[in-house]
């Protein structure tokens, strides 16, 4: 029985909005704050308004439950951290501020917290540190404000914050902390904490509150699951308290839908768009529970199919004690409103919701619901029916070794070849000319002959320092996924689309709608342009199929791996009219090869075996002569270096340097059985690796792997740096190299 006497609660809701402003005005205001032309007070000023527009805007879109606490100035993992007091010693100091951004980006004189993805999605959050140690102290400051400035405008919210057991389950320890200790283990303090941050809600006349625990739709131990009994056993044995909602998201609860059903939480958040739990199980588990309903999905931009929505909603009610009508997850993960995409093609318009449309379907079907008969409803047809299929064919290419043994005869190059990752810094001349060509100041051959040029500097500057394989530097992208997305059929790109990725960094993912088709060659003139001046090798650059899928919005109409297909038949063409052009070496990037990885253990390996299937579709077509190399940048590549090794690519680079050579401690590194070139510096930062450092790391590599089969690079493209920095940074690498090849 609930512990406490609780209002019920209001019928629709959204469990997070997005909180970057429709103009992205919070970014402009952290950023001006961080270059030091903003004041705090002029920052907070700005939050404040983008709070205020948010609450007035849910309002008046019709919704009844509105969430406080889900702004945030960086990240809302951060923030639940701070509302524990969880703050490293070496960041405290200055003002809450200033230690907020410096645990979230560093200052000065402190590295920052680790950051990370969250779950499947394109968002990082901060990853708090938790030891031992750690001494923990309710922090209700930023959730109390938040609810009396929405009272002060004469809203009541309901305060959200990270549950005890996702948020300990994601932190880490501390260097140093004893072996064995996991950050679970203060499981106890916290949830003291959590129970006072409770009562200080309570006091201030909070009716609900929201407890978003996505890590349970992972899978879990036992110890982790007894973690969740014993979490909310006690919270929700307080006496004062607001009424308790746990939301899930992401996934199904599988296993601890029962757990969380038998504590003496009153509402319960499920996502009916990812989960697959069937309504029935739904209904026995949480019977006495209030369910909040997650069936607009907070993840995709397409309209929800509505009967369908309604079936699953009427069934649910018929079955448990309330049925709320909600979002999947929070509307973090799609751009604010359709509101000025004035761009789009009408037809595809209407299948669209963005946040805003998504608030509007939500109030909808909350109105249809209480219209609706308290029958049980036929069963709705099940769009989703995911039957497995093989996977697809691709041919094979030669073995490695004939395939290296043609390609060193075409291409002759010295041992421990040095090459970049494509791109090359982005200069103000080449800025302004995008900025021109969007204004419609400037003409495409205007625009192009700018290309041109930075084409022909970027191809000096790798002459001159005496770089092996040569790269065009990508000046024609603006971004190695909306590029090719607007050069595909099948995709559409939106003006305002912007996505929050982390902090003040937001995306703008290119949507992709219909069947993809390649209608025309897409780099094939600038990777030409790029040989016609030199006589050395230039690679043709090309982003993989995983990659424009994992960082566009996806119809949901057919499988992903069916959607993954017909982009790899598109980067397929492209591959061969590379070939067919004379360009020798192709690089197809992966960086985004796990993004996709489902959370739960069991689906992990189908989800490999069928990103590796379409990267190899797109790149099995290339004679052996055609040397094929691929990218991935995450510090994680040691992972799934198994799966890295069945792409087949010839050459395979990765980040390396920035981890400290992680990826070289992996076992299966050394059986690695094709090109790798584990990057020796750290392009994320503008200082210029000394000449020691790069030859230590380059001799670590060498310690692991054979050096017929070491390449020399920089852990990713260059085009965040400038000129100077590149310039400065690559002939240290080749100066490097040049002794390291004496002593071969
Ligand atoms: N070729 C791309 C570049 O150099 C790769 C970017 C990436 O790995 N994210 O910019
Ligand atoms: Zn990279």
Same mark, same amino acid.
């Given at each position: ?217 992972? $899978? ?109 997850? #929070? ?257 197809? $990037? ?54 890295? $090794? ?12 920035? #981890? ?85």
């Amino acid at each position: 029985m609930p512990a406490v006497r609780t209002s019920p609660f209001p019928a629709s809701t959204v469990l997070g909005y997005p909180r970057i402003g429709p103009d992205r005005e919070l970014k402009r205001a952290l950023e001006r704050y961080w270059d030091g032309h903003a004041t705090a007070d002029e920052l907070r000023q700005e939050g404040a308004r983008v709070r205020e527009r948010t609450w007035r805007r849910l309002r008046s879109l019709g919704l009844d439950a509105l969430p406080s606490n889900t702004f945030s100035y960086y990240d809302q993992v951060l923030d639940t951290a701070v509302a524990l007091d969880a703050i490293p010693d070496r960041y405290r100091g200055a003002s809450p501020l200033d230690t907020y951004f410096a645990m979230a980006r560093g200052a000065p004189d402190v590295a920052p917290l680790r950051m990370t993805k969250w779950f499947d999605t394109n968002y990082h959050y901060i990853v708090p540190e938790i030891g031992p140690d750690t001494v923990f102290r309710p922090v209700p400051d930023k959730a109390v404000a938040e609810v009396r400035e929405a009272k002060a405008l004469g809203l009541d919210t309901r305060p959200v914050l990270i549950g005890p057991v996702t948020f300990l389950l994601l932190a880490q320890a501390p260097a140093g902390a004893p072996k064995g200790f996991r950050p679970l283990d203060r499981l106890g303090d916290v949830l003291d904490v959590y129970g006072r941050l409770l009562a200080a809600l309570a006091a201030e006349g909070v009716g609900w509150t929201q407890l978003d625990e996505p890590a349970l739709v992972a $899978d879990r131990t036992g110890a982790e699951l007894d973690a969740v009994r014993r979490a909310y056993e006690y919270l929700g044995t307080l006496t004062t308290r607001p009424g308790l909602f746990v939301a899930s998201y992401f996934g199904d609860l599988g296993e601890a839908l029962p757990v969380i059903a038998r504590t003496p939480v009153e509402a319960v958040g499920v996502d009916l768009v990812r989960g697959r739990t069937p309504v029935q199980a739904l209904g026995e588990e949480l019977a006495l529970k209030t369910v909040v309903a997650g069936v607009v999905s907070g993840r995709d931009v397409w309209r929800a199919g509505r009967e369908r929505a309604l079936a699953t909603l009427r069934a649910l009610r018929v079955r448990v004690d309330r049925v709320v009508v909600s979002t999947s997850c #929070s509307l973090l993960h799609v751009p604010h409103s359709l509101e000025r995409e004035t761009g789009l093609d009408p037809a595809l318009l209407r299948r669209l919701a963005f946040a805003d449309e998504k608030v509007a379907e939500v109030v909808e079907l909350a109105r249809l619901l209480e219209a609706a008969p308290r029958v049980e409803p036929f069963p709705a047809p099940d769009v989703h029916g995911d039957t497995e299929a093989g996977l697809p064919v691709w041919e094979t290419r030669s073995p490695y070794p004939v395939r290296a043994a043609a390609q060193a005869g075409r291409l002759g190059l010295p041992p421990l070849p040095v090459t970049t990752i494509g791109s090359f810094p982005q200069t103000d001349e080449l800025r302004a000319a995008r900025a021109a060509l969007a204004r419609g100041e400037l003409p495409v051959t205007g625009y192009e002959d700018r290309v041109r040029v930075e084409i022909e500097r970027a191809v000096r500057v790798q002459e001159r320092l005496g770089l092996d394989v040569l790269v065009h530097g990508e000046p024609e992208r603006n971004d190695m996924v909306q590029y090719f997305a607007e050069h595909l059929d099948g995709f559409a790109v939106t003006r305002h689309g912007w996505v929050q990725s982390y902090g003040s960094r937001c995306t703008r993912p290119p949507i992709l709608h219909g069947d993809v088709h390649r209608p025309a060659p897409i780099t094939v003139r600038w990777a030409e342009y790029a040989r016609s001046l030199t006589d050395r090798p230039v690679k043709g650059m090309l982003t993989g199929p995983v990659t424009i899928v994992a960082w566009s919005f996806l119809r949901d109409d057919l499988p992903l791996r069916e959607v993954m297909l017909q982009v790899a038949d598109a980067v397929r063409a492209e591959v061969l009219d590379l070939e067919a052009a004379g360009v020798p070496v192709i690089q197809v $990037d992966e960086p985004a090869l796990r993004e996709l990885m489902p959370l739960r253990r069991a689906a992990q390996d189908a989800y490999l075996a069928w990103a590796v299937a379409a990267y190899r579709r797109a790149t099995s077509g290339a004679g052996d002569r055609t040397q094929i190399h691929t990218h991935l940048c995450y510090s994680d590549a040691d992972q799934i270096i198994a799966a890295v $090794d069945a792409l087949d690519a010839d050459v395979t680079t990765v980040e390396s340097a920035r #981890s400290h050579g992680r990826v070289l401690r992996e076992p299966a590194v050394r059986d690695f059985g094709r090109g790798l070139g584990p990057g020796v510096y750290d392009i994320h930062s503008p200082r210029v690796p000394a000449a020691e450092e790069v030859e230590e790391l380059l001799e670590a590599v060498l310690r692991v792997l054979p050096a017929e089969r070491v390449w020399v690079n920089p852990d990713c493209g260059l085009k965040t740096r400038t000129y100077e920095q590149v310039e400065a940074a690559l002939a240290t690498m080749v100066a490097a190299t040049g002794r390291l090849r004496e002593r071969l």
